[in-house]
């Protein structure tokens, strides 16, 4: 099995940045495609972000290109999601999704484990 925890969020003026983290433990880490959700009042949890077991391909969601960055540790079973720039319609709960298989897709219901989430609230 893999137990995820999220952390890093918080609350963060429009513009500022946040860097969440999310530890995996359990299995191996390295063969896990890693992905950040994210889900606000009254919406679907949305894909905001993706990078493969070997961190070589990354995809994110059209609104926040340019401006998160994904990444991993496989050493330290961690991956980041650096968000710069931030909007006040990127307030959400922010989820760290493990996919038993190499690749990064968007599809919510194609990952297996789930961390419990860390909330980012953005002001204006």
């Known amino acids: 099995q893999v137990q995820l925890v999220e952390s890093g969020g918080g609350l963060v003026q429009a513009g500022g940045s946040l860097r969440l983290s999310c530890a995996a433990s359990g299995r191996t880490f390295r063969n896990y495609a890693m992905g950040w959700f994210r889900q606000a009042p009254g919406k679907e949890r949305e894909f905001v972000a993706g990078?493969?077991?070997?961190?070589?391909?990354?995809s994110y969601a059209d609104s926040v290109k340019g401006r998160f960055t994904i990444s991993r540790d496989n050493a330290k079973n961690t991956v980041y999601l650096q968000m710069n720039g931030l909007k006040p319609e990127d307030a959400a709960i922010y989820y760290c999704g493990a996919r038993m298989r190499f690749t990064v897709v968007v599809e919510r219901g194609e990952y297996d484990y789930w961390g419990q989430g860390t909330q980012v609230t953005v002001s204006s």
């Open positions: 990078i493969s077991w070997k961190g070589d391909s990354t």
